[in-house]
């Protein structure tokens, strides 16, 4: 067998605070219609002491329940419902389940998340805290443990490959799309179904991030999160998920499926500096790793789209390890960012962001960076305006970088 195939998308499945539904999710990103917006998950109001912040990107929760209703389950926890219902949608558009479906498919299961099932986690602490030991629920070991996520994934749709889940901050869905890259090119499996998922908008760790100083005070939803802007002050927290169905050419050619794109190369790194403060050089080193494992000039790179948290040294340092990874191609390749639209979905935001790049090498355009009024000198790179913009070399990398300093970045091209 090849231990060098070539690894391509051929479903996506998306639960976002823009939708679910790619041609909506689509239109939003070309109209600048961000999905960051007041709080509503709980009442900020309802504590002895105020939260700092009362904005975020959320998912309908509408959506999220009739996804579930459609395949027979309830909500169970925030982070696993996301996970499901974009599973679901990635399964059937790669054709890989259906209603009928009885026969299992050994497929491996691997999941990014940051904080994993924070609401189950949220409720065990309020048992614990109101009614002591005797109040926890002996259900509270299945619901919290992290790899409830892609165990319950595996046993819904009957998959019998790994399972299992990925934890490494803001790459950790970047990682696991990395690791289904590399079992299918070097043979151990012919299709992984990966991605990741971010449910962190309960009391408990909403309100962690709202101490940490990161968050912007911006209460104008439209421009609470403005990555690369002079202006920006902080990032937007949000929730979501998307789950990729990455499969073999040769067996996507063999099933007829249609190939999204392609995944070119992965690379990873890590800073072995600060735990919060992010490395050029490591960053540099992942972008770097990427295009060698993909085998592409940096010349023939079109776009990228940006880890660009709308934060000081986030977009600096990255906008720097652009230009240390890319030299002079810098100064032509497109770069932008999407949390001005879904928000920092921390774990989620490496497989969020890979399916706009999908859709974005499909279209031949890269989505607006639509709150951008004066870049930030510092950031000196070719940064996408406030309108779409054409891309005109079809190569994108993906950059993901978290706390911890792990860095992962992967290379995409637009399907034959």
Known sequence: MSRNRRVVVTGLGLATPLGFEEEEIWRRLMAGETGIGPLTAFDTEAFT?????????????????????AMGRRPMDRALDLAMV????????????????????EVPVIVGTGIGS?????????????????????????????NAISANISMQFKLT????????ACTSSANAIGDGYR????????????????????PFFFGIWNNLGVLSP?????????????????????????????????????????????????????DAGHLTGPSAEGQAGAIKAALCSAGVDPDAVGYINAHGTAT??????????????????????????????????????????TAVTVMALEHGVAPPNFNLATADPECDVRLVGREAEPIERKVALKNSFGFGG?????????GD
Do not use: W
């Open 49 to 69: 002491s105020p939260y700092k912040v009362k904005l975020a990107a959320q998912v309908d929760d509408s959506g999220v329940r009739e996804g579930l209703a």
């Open 86 to 105: 974009a599973a679901g949608r990635a399964l059937t558009q790669a054709q890989l389940v259906s209603e009928s479906q009885q026969e299992t498919c």
């Open 118 to 146: 924070a609401q189950s986690i949220y409720e065990a602490f309020q048992r614990f805290n109101t009614k002591g030991p005797k109040g926890l629920l002996p259900s509270s070991v299945p619901r919290i443990m992290f």
């Open 161 to 168: 490959g790994a399972n299992y889940m990925v934890i490494s």
């Open 183 to 202: 079992r299918i090119k070097h043979g151990e499996a012919e299709i992984a179904l990966t991605g990741g998922v971010e449910g962190c908008l309960d």
């Open 218 to 270: 911006n209460q104008e939803p439209a421009f609470a999160c403005r990555p690369f802007d002079q202006e920006r002050q902080g990032t937007a927290l949000g929730e979501g998920a998307a789950i990729l169905v990455l499969e073999s050419l040769e067996s996507a050619t063999a099933r007829g499926a249609t190939v999204r794109a392609e995944v070119l190369g992965y690379g990873e790194s890590s």
């Open 312 to 353: 000081r040294s986030n977009d600096t340092t990255e906008s720097a390890a652009i230009r240390m990874a890319l030299g002079s191609a810098a100064d032509r390749v497109q770069v932008g960012s999407n949390k001005s639209y879904f928000g920092h979905t921390l774990g989620a935001c490496g497989a969020i962001e």
């Open 406 to 414: 792990g860095n992962a970045v992967l290379v995409l091209s637009a």
